[in-house]
């Protein structure tokens, strides 16, 4: 019974996170601008998660954190905040199905990152799937400069979604072991959200016409608050692994609600290396999860 309840929180949440993509493109076409659009976001989740965050007394534990953490959880934010601009942007230019795609390579990166920075070694075995996942990337950059359903700028914006993102995660890792998750997530929240209002007289100011009102909400009800907490409370199911693979189900189902809702067809080719970046990912994901 609750290896059912756990796996449908899981398919729940994977629902949720895939219409993230085609929600946010269609509060831009309805005029907002991106960088709005995130700052609503995490404006308004830091304000829905505060009250039961200061209720459970999360929030008088961050103030507690040592200055290196507060650092940190700073750091994150500043990463969230360019993720957001980055991603959201790059909606504007290329496919949603290129762009989530892309976005997703972020284990890469936070591979990259975890060598170069903890001294983290990927597992040989792990490497011919990040070698795939990579391959299906440049393939899509390619293919958007030839003018398969893409851009290339779009692309690059993606990829750039998934590196600042890796970054949040790393900070987010070492912040998380002596931080609340309540407690984090509203600091993180509000500090991505002023930072996000600092950025938008650089990013076509603030505009969030009525008619974007709603794909937003939606957007943190669905994908914020329902996709990211359904995750979280699964972590008490399943392993992360899980739901790290549960995840990559997130470009097929962004690139169906984008068919259905604005009739974006991706062609065979596109699909292709879409295809290689998710198989590519999911043997990563398997193989370094795996212990020697």
Request: hydrophobic share 60%.
């Amino acid at each position: 019974m609750q290896k059912n309840r756990a796996a449908l929180l899981v398919l729940l949440g994977v629902a949720g996170v895939s219409v993230s993509g085609p929600l946010v493109k269609l509060a831009l076409l309805a005029g907002a601008t991106p960088v709005s659009v995130a700052f609503l976001r995490m404006s308004v989740t830091a304000a829905v998660l505060c009250v039961p965050a200061w209720r459970k007394g999360e929030l008088a534990a961050m103030a507690r954190l040592p200055r290196q953490d507060a650092l940190l959880c700073l750091l994150a934010a500043v990463f969230l905040a360019l993720h957001y601009a980055a991603w959201m942007t790059s909606l504007q230019k290329t496919s949603t199905f290129a762009s989530v795609a892309l976005v997703c390579t972020q284990p890469l990166f936070v591979a990259l990152f975890s060598g170069l920075c903890l001294g983290e070694r990927v597992p040989r075995r792990a490497i011919p799937g990040a070698v795939l996942a990579v391959a299906g990337a440049l393939g899509i950059g390619l293919l958007s400069m030839a003018g398969q359903a893409g851009n290339a700028v779009g692309d690059l914006l993606a990829l750039g979604g998934a590196v600042t993102m890796a970054g949040h995660w790393l900070c987010g890792r070492a912040v998380r072991r002596h931080a609340p998750p309540l407690g984090y997530m509203v600091c993180v929240y509000t500090c991505t959200a002023l930072l996000l209002a600092l950025l938008a007289p650089l990013m076509g100011g603030f505009a969030a016409p009525v008619p974007a009102l709603l794909p937003i909400g939606l957007l943190i009800l669905l994908c914020t608050l329902g996709g990211h907490a359904l995750f979280t409370y699964a972590l008490g199911f399943v392993s992360a692994d899980v739901v790290s693979f549960a995840l990559l189900g997130e470009p097929i189902g962004a690139g169906v609600f984008a068919l259905l809702l604005f009739g974006e067809r991706v062609g065979w080719p596109m699909l292709t290396g879409g295809a290689l970046v998710i198989a590519g990912l999911w043997l990563y994901l398997k193989n370094a999860a795996t212990k020697a």
